[in-house]
């Protein structure tokens, strides 16, 4: 096939660039030029917001639409496009409002969310405006991202913290059985091996909810970084109303998505504790690339 995915020099949309070069695909990126490229890709340099008629001589057999974050973005792309086959757009659990019953099902009715704020909305009106340009394209809907070539500071902060030989700090409630906060993951190879099958076999459904069925909770997946490095963590809880994002990664913040459309067409996914080991391996060999937040230097000025 002939693949057009957006961006394609960082995390999810680096990564499809080479699992679909790897298949053997036709692969063209489309960006501004100002980072390394994938080796093997063809690059389209512009950017998706003043393209004119730079896409109209390409026919694309798909589109991988995986930096669109609002209306905006997807409508700048769709009307620049010449002919093309499929479009998938990789939207965000985001979309669902916190107030709903978990697991999230992809009938479930879209709406603001109070943690996501305006990433979520905008996620909404991407989704909606490509539904009414595009009735056929496909919709997927990850939680938390993670794998091979995540500039994310998550398990790559644990992992540095396990190298550093330092204790875990976390907001005292997760000490306690409420404080069992549900965490879902999807590997960034199962999100690739899942746009390929979308593309492969063109199902009917066009929503499709992402995601481990294995679901973990925040200490369990500080355990599961750890383990990789074949340590156990020592937890420090922190008391009083500090902001955990000053030395967390994540909200204060649990869900889980119902994935059985997901299973039924792809029922085998990588191990949380593979995937883990292989984030490690890439980190260990590219940490100028991830964005580190100071997670540390807060931690060294309030808690010690």
């Not at 305006?118 to 989704?127: L, V």
């Not at 964005?291 to 000025?301: A, P, R, V």
Request: negative net charge.
């Amino acid at each position: 096939m002939r693949v057009l995915i957006t961006g394609g020099t960082v995390f999810v949309s680096r990564y499809a660039a080479k699992y679909f070069l790897s298949k053997g695909h036709d692969v063209y990126v489309l960006n501004r030029g100002t980072r390394e490229q994938e080796k093997g890709v063809t690059l389209i340099k512009a950017d998706r917001h003043d393209l004119g008629e730079t896409l109209k001589k390409y026919d694309f057999d798909a589109v991988l639409d995986i930096t669109a974050y609002n209306k905006q973005d997807v409508s700048d792309l769709v009307d620049a496009l010449g002919d093309f086959g499929s479009y998938i757009l990789i939207s965000s659990s985001a979309v669902y409002p916190e107030t709903l019953p978990r697991p999230f099902k992809e009938t479930d009715k879209t709406g603001s969310n109070s943690i996501w704020g305006d990433y979520g909305r905008n996620k909404i009106e991407a989704e909606d405006y490509l539904q009414s340009k595009i009735p056929d394209a496909y919709i997927i809907r990850p939680p938390y991202l993670y794998g091979e070539m995540n500039n994310l500071y998550r398990e790559a902060f644990v992992f540095d913290c396990v190298l550093e030989n330092r204790p875990f700090y976390l907001p005292e409630y997760y000490n306690s059985e409420k404080g069992k906060i549900p965490l879902q993951f999807f590997d960034v190879e199962d999100l690739c091996r899942f746009m390929e099958i979308l593309l492969e076999k063109q199902p009917k459904e066009h929503i499709f909810n992402v995601g481990n069925t294995d679901i973990t909770d925040v200490k369990d997946w500080v355990g599961s970084c750890y383990n990789v490095l074949g340590k156990e963590p020592r937890f420090e809880f922190v008391s009083g109303g500090i902001n955990q994002r000053e030395y967390f990664p994540f909200y204060n913040y649990g869900y889980i998505l119902d994935v059985r459309r997901q299973n039924a067409l792809m029922p085998e996914l990588k191990p949380l504790k593979t995937g883990l080991e292989q984030s490690y391996e890439w980190y260990i060999s590219s940490k100028n690339k991830v964005y580190k937040k100071n997670y540390f230097e807060f931690i060294d000025k309030n808690f010690k």
